[in-house]
């Protein structure tokens, strides 16, 4: 669903991590929510957490199904440094700054 937040555009999309599910948000332009992807450098935001982040990677991830967004954390909160299982898909400014979600 598409909200406005401050003035700004907000599409929401629920994404599985892990065993988790976690309510994300992304700033885009103004559309058709079934148009809307996730884009390289695009400026993301946790909705449970607040945590805020660029994303680094869109794409499959090996051994798992679907497609799938690396994000790398500003605040350092991750789970990985933009690798799984030993498959590198993008370089994180840190160890455990990453995650994919």
């Known amino acids: 669903r598409v909200q406005i937040v401050f003035g ?5 999309l629920r994404l ?5 599910y ?8 103004m559309g058709d929510e079934s ?3 996730f884009a390289i450098g695009q ?4 909705v449970g957490d607040r945590r805020i982040g660029t994303v680094k990677y869109v794409g499959p991830i090996q051994g798992y199904s679907g497609d799938w967004v690396g994000v790398d954390w500003d605040n350092g909160d ?3 440094d933009g690798s799984v299982n030993g498959v590198r ?4 400014k ?3 700054s990453a995650s994919f979600v």
């Open 35 to 37: 148009e809307s992807t």
């Open 89 to 92: 898909y993008f370089q994180a």
């Open 16 to 20: 599985c991590c892990s065993a988790e």
């Open 78 to 80: 991750g789970r990985n």
């Open 43 to 46: 400026r993301v935001h946790s």
């Open 22 to 29: 976690l309510e994300f948000q992304f700033c885009g332009e």
């Open 94 to 96: 840190s160890d455990n």
């Open 8 to 12: 700004l555009n907000w599409f929401e």
